[in-house]
Nanobody, 126 residues
């Protein structure tokens, strides 16, 4: 029920930074669970960072903790993923996902998210 549009993917060198954006529209309630996921070739889609737009609680995968920051702009109905100190292993297609309501205890469960963006490519060169 939620339409998502991602942007910001690019090719960068290791150690560089990038900010991804996800604009959401078409949902009934304001509060939602917004997740960032990524998928590299031959790998499973994995959760990267999640934010609950209601209580602003966040979740991060251990691999990105301290380097990535998820945030929101309520006025623009947009969530962001600020990625710093990028590594080649961060290379993947990054997806934005949305689920209505609070995130709860399963922020990284891909099956719970009913709406997905088209994905944006992030490539990190060594």
């Amino acid at each position: 029920q939620v339409q998502l549009v991602e942007s910001g993917g690019d090719s960068v060198q290791a150690g560089g930074s990038l900010r991804l954006s996800c604009a959401a529209s078409g949902y009934r309630y304001y509060r939602k669970c917004m997740g960032w996921f990524r998928q590299a070739p031959g790998k499973e889609r994995e959760g990267v960072a999640v934010i609950d737009t209601g209580d602003v609680s966040t979740w991060y995968a251990d691999s990105v903790k301290g380097r990535f920051t998820v945030s929101q702009d309520n006025a623009k109905n947009t969530v962001y993923l600020q990625m710093n100190s990028l590594k080649p292993e961060d290379t993947a297609v990054y997806y934005c996902a949305a689920d209505l309501g609070a995130c709860g205890s399963w922020p990284a469960e891909t099956a719970r998210y009913k709406s997905w963006g088209q994905g944006t490519q992030v490539t990190v060169s060594s």
